[in-house]
């Protein structure tokens, strides 16, 4: 079975790594996310300050609603912590979150909807009336329940992200296969001898991978949309730092009303980016697996 | 000689969906693709299966590979039933009985280059590895691609229409099979490219000694490559014989409809015109009796009421009608 992976998937591989090069908006997107991990990684280095650290001025005062200054670029929040500190922080949680949900979402969805749509029958129908289940569920109210139970922990939000999001990219993958598994070379391998599994795996899996990144890269945002969501209600992680968290840190303290356009624009704004980012990849990803839309 | 591949009986429905007012009475629609098909084919020879679109043909051939499972009747291979294997019985069935596809341009994994392509059967035969590259190398060679190292690199969409159903030839010769189906092997291909591809299988399936069942609606590739030539209408087998006794003295009336139907460079060779009527009917609710008498011209009351059936009639015929065509 060496190889197989040797010879067939580079192929697959191959035209995932060179896509950004041919389309402009993938190449934004991923360069938003190069830097964005950069950010992470970095973190420490670029903000050594830790974010929920409380600051004083020089004269022992509370260094409370700071405007931007050489020191904090963005300023300081109502409890005097470093607004920059939190953003480049923020950076992790985001990732983490999207990340750690993209994998789950894209493998859980690959598998069922590989299963579903090439076994069908039973099997299927059981494993998409389970994905109506999850997909009747309402977005936020089931997160926000979830995470009330479990604890509000950054795993807990990926878990309820993974519950909700897998049926979609499920779906697809599913109707996909179900167009891969009548194509004669599927049939063909069946003559040769190939046992289902083998089939499935080998013949009609590869065929199907592009489609599982393109839900990956837009788990990815719906994933720290959530979580930012979930923070800004308060039902966050209240360890961790996030875009989300310091939204609502920011709207609880009225910092709106009060114009500290420093707090509130710039996690706002990396949001937007990250979101956007994945978008912009998971359309280039769409036109590598549909050719057709190549140039619309 | 004896016979390696028997049908007896076979029938093959394919469910629809069923409207409300049938669910409630009960009824279970089904294309009836096969309706009682029995026949023998003897070991190392050449059998055409010829017949419109929607007759059935494909559905045969898929059968015979156990690529789907007959709703009734049996079918054996080698003296063993195709029914019960599983397991080792049908990696054995696997390693010995191969298809030729009608598209070469999709029966190849788009994915897979050539040299994967054709491993593929040796892969799924427990073949060692080290006899992979002997066996493809030879097997490139029977389809007369030589200069197999050109190709084992290349990707499917990279070799033309001619070339890539020699590839599929090889990886159908690859295992050295007994039997072989071809499904309309050239009606995809370019009609430059046919001849060669027709003279090539003829070759192969002379110098391996194969037993070949060709699926086709086109009788003059049948006249060229098949002795016997089995003619399908609507799901039944109407008249079996030789292929040159079928072409000249076709006996049923579709055949004779079928045959006086191709064109001909010898425009001294008599042929019955027998015109026919309308067009195949739904193979869900075939006529009563006799599946072609609403497009028969000769058709008569005993034609509703029973179905012909397959009986002797001269010259080595079989042919289901109740006329006697003598």
Redesign the interface.
């Known amino acids: 079975m060496a ?1 197989v992976a040797e ?2 998937t580079p ?2 591989l191959q035209r995932i790594a060179s896509m950004p090069l041919r389309d402009p908006f993938a190449f934004v997107g991923l360069s938003i996310y190069v830097i964005f991990a950069l950010i992470a990684l970095l973190a420490d280095v670029l903000a050594p300050m830790p974010p929920l650290e409380i600051l004083f001025t020089s004269t022992g005062k509370l260094a409370a609603n700071l405007p931007p200054s050489l020191d904090y670029p963005f300023g300081t929040t109502n409890l005097g912590r470093d607004i920059y500190a939190q953003l480049i922080h923020g950076t992790r949680s985001a990732l983490a979150v999207g990340l750690s949900a993209a994998i789950v979402v894209s493998s859980v969805g690959t598998v069922v909807g590989l299963v579903a749509g090439y076994f069908g029958g039973r099997i299927d129908s059981l494993l998409m009336r389970i994905a109506d289940m999850a997909l009747s569920l309402p977005f936020l109210p089931f997160v926000i329940v979830l995470t009330g139970f479990l604890g509000a922990s950054t795993s807990n939000i990926v878990l309820a992200v993974a519950l909700l999001l897998w049926p979609n990219s499920a779906r697809v993958i599913r109707s996909q296969v179900l167009t891969v598994r009548e ?3 599927v ?9 289902s599994w ?1 089939i499935l795996f080998v ?1 009609v899996a ?2 199907i991978l592009p489609l599982s990144f393109v839900y990956a890269a837009i788990a990815i945002g719906w994933a720290i949309i959530t979580e930012a969501s979930v923070s800004f209600l308060g039902f966050g992680d209240s360890e961790s730092v996030s875009w989300g968290y310091m939204l609502q840190d920011a709207f609880s303290s009225q910092a709106l009303s009060r114009g500290q356009y420093a707090w509130f624009v710039p996690p706002g704004i990396c949001i937007i980016l990250i979101v956007v980012a994945g978008f912009f990849i998971s359309r280039g990803y769409e036109e590598v697996f549909m050719p057709r839309l190549r140039g619309r | 000689m004896a016979a390696l591949v028997e049908l007896r009986g076979v029938v093959k429905h394919f469910p629809v969906a069923r409207s409300l007012g049938e669910i409630v009475r009960g009824k279970r629609p089904a294309v009836r693709a096969l309706d009682g098909v029995s026949f023998d084919v003897g070991s190392g020879d050449a059998v055409a299966i010829v017949g419109e679109s929607g007759c059935g043909k494909t559905t045969l051939g898929r059968l015979m590979l156990k690529l789907a499972e007959p709703t009734g009747g049996s079918i054996a291979f080698d003296g063993v039933a195709l029914g019960g294997l599983s397991g080792d019985g049908l990696r054995d069935f696997r390693r010995q009985a191969q298809l030729v596809f009608q598209n070469p341009f999709d029966a190849l994994n788009p994915r897979f280059t050539i040299y994967r392509a054709v491993a593929e059967p040796l892969v799924n035969a427990r073949i060692d590895k080290a006899e992979h590259k002997d066996r493809i190398e030879k097997a490139f060679r029977r389809v007369h691609l030589a200069d197999f190292d050109r190709y084992f690199d290349k990707y499917p969409h990279q070799l033309s229409g001619g070339q890539l159903q020699r590839v599929v030839l090889a990886r159908a010769l690859v295992l050295a099979p007994r039997f072989l189906v071809a499904d309309e092997p050239v009606s995809m291909l370019d009609v430059s490219v046919r001849a060669g591809i027709l003279t090539l299988m003829r070759e192969i399936r002379e110098a391996m000694g194969l037993t070949a069942v060709y699926i086709s609606h086109d009788l003059a590739l049948v006249r060229y490559l098949c002795d016997r030539t089995l003619v399908m209408y609507l799901g039944r087998i109407v008249e079996d014989g030789p292929t040159e006794a079928i072409v000249r003295r076709p006996r049923h009336p579709y055949t004779r409809a079928l045959v006086a139907a191709v064109p001909v460079p010898d425009a001294d060779q008599s042929r019955i015109a027998l015109p026919i009527k309308g067009n195949i009917p739904d193979s869900s609710e075939p006529p009563s009796g006799c599946h072609f008498r609403d497009r028969c011209p000769l058709a008569f009351a005993r034609c509703a009421e029973e179905a012909p059936a397959l009986r002797e009639a001269a010259g080595g015929h079989r042919v289901a009608c109740h006329l006697e065509l003598a």
Do not use: L
């Open positions: 190889g010879t067939a192929t697959v194509r004669t070379y049939e063909a391998a069946r003559v040769t001898g190939a046992s083998r013949h590869p065929n």
